[in-house]
């Protein structure tokens, strides 16, 4: 998703999520499923948009009207005047496929661990934007209850990606499943981690997110369940997991020489870290 309807293609000064759609999205979909396609897996995040997935629906035929029978113009702000759902013209490859979607965050789709609220800034939303918006994603949620007879509201993973994965629920049936879980499967990563000694994870800013259904989360789990001991490397840390040593670039070197000179100083801790494990832990030092 985030090739197609990403943050990243959208330079600082043009974000606007009352207007950003997901549409290409949902071309790259109609895209696959017209040439053969029968499982597609829709990686979400990374997105510019808070648009619940009505533009990746609209690319796909399903038909979002406002009270006169209008097709709802792009954006997230355009929710708030949605009236009725059609899905008879949504596409019949589309139709036929079965949808898996793979998220790294567990936010519900409204509310103030949304997408709007949580994610919402960071896409150019304002303080005003995010109430506006949340607005219209609870209104979105309404029709299709009321519509299509599924509640998106509260689902975990419904808020990623300004909603996308409520309107992959939604519109196309999708099954919603961390990515991390995904990957983890596609590794043999359970069986991997209970033959190992130590487990390492890491991620640049270790905070409250890493901790909701992202790649670290996932991985201390399977290792707590396991009885594996557990450490996390990382740039920042702004979370504390009981039982699991945390080490960050920032709290030994500083902020700035951890931000100028990560790679080596990663190195560095990384050495620091195994030396006090293998201290720790009994284990002879390598001769090397």
Do not use: W
Not at 72 to 79: D, I, M, T
Not at 132 to 157: E, K, P, S, T
Not at 187 to 195: D, G
């Amino acid at each position: 998703m985030s090739r197609a309807s990403g943050l990243a293609l959208v330079s600082a000064p043009r974000r606007n999520p009352r207007r950003a759609t997901s549409r290409g999205t949902g071309e790259l979909i109609l895209h696959a499923c017209r040439r053969g396609a029968s499982r597609v897996l829709v990686c979400i995040g990374g997105s510019a948009t808070n648009d619940g997935g009505a533009g990746m629906a609209q690319a796909l035929g399903v038909r979002l009207l406002s009270d006169r029978g209008v097709e709802l113009a792009p954006g997230g702000e355009a929710l708030l005047r949605l009236a009725r759902v059609d899905m008879t013209e949504l596409d019949p490859a589309v139709r036929s496929a079965e949808f898996v979607a793979a998220t790294d965050v567990d936010n519900p789709l409204v509310g103030p661990s949304g997408a709007s609220a949580v994610y919402g800034p960071q896409k150019g939303a304002s303080a005003e934007d995010v109430i506006l918006l949340d607005r219209a994603l609870g209104h979105f949620a309404a029709v299709v209850h009321r519509d299509l007879g599924i509640d998106v509201r509260d689902i975990r993973g419904a808020g990623a990606a300004g909603g996308m994965g409520a309107g992959l629920v939604a519109f196309l049936g999708a099954r919603l499943r961390p990515g991390v879980e995904l990957v983890m499967e596609a590794v043999n990563l359970r069986e991997r981690i209970a033959a190992a000694d130590l487990v390492i994870t890491g991620e640049g800013a270790f905070d409250e997110q890493s901790l909701h259904g992202k790649a670290p989360e996932g991985v201390l789990r399977t290792a707590r369940e396991l009885g594996v001991p557990a450490l996390v490397l990382c740039g920042q840390a702004r979370v504390d997991v009981p039982g699991v040593r945390i080490a960050s670039l920032a709290g030994r070197f500083g902020l700035e020489a951890a931000t100028e000179r990560s790679r080596p100083l990663l190195e560095a801790l990384t050495a620091e870290v195994a030396a006090e494990y293998r201290k720790d832990s009994g284990l002879a030092s390598s001769p090397a």
